[in-house]
C-alpha cells in the first residue's frame, strides 16, 4: 500500500542536481556555469521576466489597436423567466420590486450597478417592476400579464 509519505520517484525519472561552484574538477566551478561578465554573472543579480536588454520591449513594438470607451454602461442583466422562477420560489412578493430585493435574492450581484430585464422566458405573475432599463420584448411581458415597469434614472 502506497502512502504519501513513502513515495518515491521512479528510477530514471529524475536528473541529479547540478552542483556548481565546487572546484575545477567538477566542470562546474570557476563561473559556476554563469559564463564570464555581465549581469546575470554577478551575485545578486535581479531583472525583470520582460527586461530585453534595452532593446526596445514588445508591448512598446506591437501597435496598438481600438480603443475603450469610459462612457459605456455595463448593464446586469436579469431575464423575464429569472423573475417567474423566483416567484416561484416565493422570493418576490413586495408592491414595488426594486434593486435591493434582487440584489437580496442573488438575481443581481451588485446592488449599486445599473441592471436591465431582458426578455428570455415567460411570465405569469404580475410584477410592479423598477429597473434602469427594459428590453422591448421584456417591457411588452411585462404589460401583458398586467404588470408595471418604472425606469430608474442613471
Known amino acids: ?15 541529479p542536481k547540478k552542483r ?9 566551478g570557476g563561473t559556476s556555469t554563469r559564463g564570464m561578465n ?3 554573472s ?7 521576466a520582460w527586461f530585453e536588454g534595452g532593446q526596445m520591449p514588445l508591448q512598446r513594438r506591437v501597435p ?3 480603443f475603450t470607451n469610459i462612457f459605456k454602461i455595463y448593464y446586469q442583466v436579469i431575464n423575464v423567466s429569472d423573475l417567474q ?5 416565493g ?16 438575481a443581481i450581484s451588485k446592488a449599486a450597478a445599473p441592471f436591465k430585464i431582458l ?10 417592476i423598477e429597473a434602469h432599463a427594459f428590453s422591448k420584448s421584456a417591457k411588452e411581458k411585462i404589460e401583458a400579464v398586467g404588470g408595471t415597469i418604472t425606469k430608474i434614472e442613471l
Open 85 to 89: 422562477r423566483m416567484v416561484d420560489a
Open 42 to 48: 554577478r551575485s545578486g543579480a535581479k531583472y525583470r
Open 91 to 106: 422570493k418576490l412578493n413586495e408592491e414595488r420590486i426594486s434593486s435591493a430585493v434582487f440584489y437580496k435574492n442573488g
Open 119 to 128: 426578455g428570455n422566458g415567460e411570465l405569469k405573475a404580475k410584477l410592479n
Open 38 to 40: 555581465g549581469q546575470k
Open 1 to 15: 500500500m502506497d502512502i504519501l509519505s513513502n513515495l518515491k520517484y521512479v528510477k530514471g525519472s529524475r536528473k
Open 20 to 28: 556548481v561552484g565546487r572546484g575545477e574538477g567538477t566542470g562546474r
Open 64 to 66: 496598438k489597436k481600438g
